[in-house]
């Protein structure tokens, strides 16, 4: 699945990802591909990203809060700024 993560300044990561942990207002919560649709808001914590191109590297990045979005395969993550 291709994750976008965006500031209001940058594109963080644009990429195909093979899942995504974040920090959701409720609890934290992981997507993987075929995910159903869903929107929610995000606290501020770490978004972790198991690459699907880097033989399932892991990146981390802190946010602030903001919110994803699942949608088609295509996760796209809005956040306010990086911690």
Do not use: C, W
Not at 47 to 61: C, E, L
């Amino acid at each position: 699945m291709k994750l976008e993560i965006l500031t209001p300044d940058k594109i963080v990561y644009d990429g195909p990802v093979a899942a995504v942990t974040v920090p959701g207002t409720l609890g934290t919560f992981q997507i993987l591909p075929e995910h159903a649709p869903i929107v929610s808001t995000l606290e501020a914590g770490n978004v972790v990203v198991r690459s699907a191109s880097k033989g399932d590297g892991i990146d981390t990045f802190l946010i602030k809060g903001g919110v994803v979005e699942v949608l088609d395969n295509k996760v796209m993550i809005l956040v306010e700024a990086l911690a």
